[in-house]
């Protein structure tokens, strides 16, 4: 056979194949669920290429819009509006009197004229799915913004949503149910710097019926919105105060981004709108800070190391809970020069590079240590007879925190008696240090206690745990020091433990040996072993600080 005669062929067989097609997915009765409504229709659809098509006259009737067909020209009506024109077989339409594009095209067979549903659906802002016999047509999510108290989620098409809503507890959440909505993305969320809202998270709940969640969650306690419904649009007012900036819009610092040039860093802070900023410097360690008032930041991070001459690393938070400024800190290895620009809402900050090879923190005593001796309270840890974790944990934390403030360490002890803390109040209580008091994060780590128990007797050894990167260098000097010392060091372990990876410090957990060893239970409860592992633990730490300051 020729190759023109192969393609002939071909070509019929194509022809006859897509024919089939057209013919077969017929439905008979089709229940419709628009926006919640629901229709039955006796119907014959086709699906192709994605597209449910519809015979022209029954779409009209379904859906109450009135058309004219001239020719192979379709005009629809909604009302008294002509709101589309559009040519069989032609992608290219009018809506609304402006250019549009139906994905796929309206479809002639014979003498009837198929109208392409979720084509025109997506055009107008809708999404239609074809779902267990039942055709969905549902209003799609276009966004969620938040500003000071108010929530505005907009939707493409112009309808009335319908919601339920919800209070949680632990954490204190609002939860809206957006019915017969979708949200293509499927997940979303907006990390706010609010002193009330912690986060606000959306996602497709369901599907069929289609139901979008919206989550906010709230720092304290759950406040229930007003609620206010618009077309394509609900606005969700909480009951909060912002004080005497109250009413005003914060700007926002939307982007942070950083530039290396031979003799400067310089840094861009983008904001959303005018700003003003104060500048200020605290030596010994050196940190230069910008307060820009009435602002909150949007960006998802609090902190960046840098580690580029002469900048360390940069943190944004909030001031305090009553005053509305942002501070933007810069910690430093030595003082720099430093200038400020500004333009078109931009603030360009320009360091000046030091001379490499002198990157010298200039007074390592500031160096903070947070101590967090495991579990307490209501939670013993590991049980060994009469032996509790929480209790061994508790003596070594208290003897290590003195000795390293007699070192001249600044020490937080997470807890200093026997008390209940869960791992939030562990998370919040070191955040909460850092920020207010303006704490190096290069030169701030955190040392948990725990005492270890397997089902085995026979395991025993210390155990060195940690969440990031940050923390490597750190639990390599563990290792190095313990295994010269003959305390034995069976693993380190780097996983997603829950403290370890909500802290933007340094951060290990020592698991001090095994209380199911007896071998390890004997030393866990000797003094002078304890001490001696209290010893290392502070060479550990001194050998880190010495070594930070070389690098
Ligand atoms: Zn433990």
């Not at 926006?35 to 859906?63: R, V």
């Not at 912002?242 to 840094?267: C, I, K, P």
């Not at 001796?373 to 009469?386: L, T, V």
């Not at 001249?408 to 002890?413: A, F, H, P, Q, T």
Request: charged letters at 25%; hydrophobic letters at 40%; one cysteine or more.
């Amino acid at each position: 056979m020729s190759l023109k005669r192969f393609l002939f062929v071909l070509f019929f067989v194509f022809i006859l194949l897509a024919n089939n097609y057209i013919l077969s997915d017929e439905l008979s009765f089709l229940e419709v669920d628009y926006l919640g409504e629901k229709i039955k229709i006796l119907t014959t659809l086709k699906e192709i290429n994605n597209e449910i098509y519809i015979p022209l006259p029954l779409f009209s009737s379904t859906f109450g819009y009135a058309y004219k067909q001239v020719a192979d020209e379709i005009h629809l009506y909604d009302s008294n509006n002509e709101i589309l024109i559009a040519k069989v077989g032609e992608k290219k339409v009018i809506l609304h009197g402006r250019n549009g594009v139906l994905v796929n095209p309206i479809l002639k067979e014979g003498d009837i004229v198929y109208f392409p549903l979720s084509s025109f659906y997506r055009l107008i802002g809708y999404r239609a799915y074809l779902k267990n016999k039942t055709l969905y047509i549902v209003n799609e999510i276009s966004n969620v913004d938040y500003s000071k108290g108010i929530l505005t989620i907009n939707f493409k098409g112009k309808s009335q949503i319908n919601f339920n809503t919800l209070n949680l507890s632990a954490p204190p959440r609002f939860v809206i149910d957006l019915q017969n909505v979708v949200f293509i993305d499927n997940k979303g969320e907006i990390n706010l710097n609010d002193p009330y809202i912690k986060s606000i998270r959306y996602s497709q709940f369901n599907v069929a019926p289609y139901v979008v969640r919206v989550v906010v969650e709230f720092k304290n306690q759950i406040m229930t919105p007003e609620i206010k419904k618009d077309l394509g649009k609900l606005i969700l007012k909480f009951p909060v105060k912002y004080g005497e900036n109250d009413g005003q819009e914060m700007v926002r610092l939307y982007d942070l981004s950083w530039e290396e040039n031979a003799d400067t860093l310089n840094f861009f802070l983008r904001f959303s709108d005018n700003f003003t900023y104060t500048k200020n410097f605290l030596p010994n360690p050196n940190r230069y800070y910008y307060d820009i008032s009435n602002a909150e930041s949007s960006l998802t991070y609090t902190s960046i190391i840098i580690q580029r001459d002469p900048i360390i690393s940069v943190r944004i938070g909030e001031r305090t809970k009553e005053d509305y400024s942002l501070r933007v800190v810069f910690e430093t290895y030595t003082e720099s020069d430093i200038s400020e620009e500004v333009y078109s809402n931009t603030l360009k900050i320009s360091f000046k590079v030091s001379k490499k090879g002198n990157l010298i923190r200039e007074n390592s005593i500031n160096y903070t240590v947070f101590v967090d001796p495991g579990h307490g309270g209501s939670d013993p840890g590991a049980i060994y007879g009469e032996l509790k974790e929480k209790d061994i944990n508790l003596k070594v934390s208290l003897k290590l925190a003195e000795k390293l403030k007699n070192k001249g360490y600044i020490v937080y002890l997470l807890r200093e008696n026997d008390i209940t803390l869960s791992l939030d109040d562990r998370v919040k209580f070191i955040n909460d240090k850092i920020n207010s008091n303006n704490l190096l994060l290069s030169s701030s780590i955190l040392i948990s206690i725990h005492t270890n128990a397997a089902f085995s007797p026979d395991v025993r050894g210390i155990e060195i745990c940690y969440a990031n990167d940050l923390s490597e260098s750190l639990v390599k000097t563990f290792i190095e020091v313990f295994n010269s010392n003959g305390l034995m060091v069976r693993r380190s372990i780097k996983g997603k433990f829950y403290v370890l990876s909500r802290v933007s410090i340094p951060s290990v957990i020592v698991e001090m040996g095994f209380i199911t060893n007896e071998f390890d239970r004997n030393l866990l409860l000797n003094d002078e072993y304890q001490d001696k592992l209290i010893d290392k633990i502070i060479e550990v730490i001194d050998k880190y600080v010495e070594g930070g300051k070389n690098e």
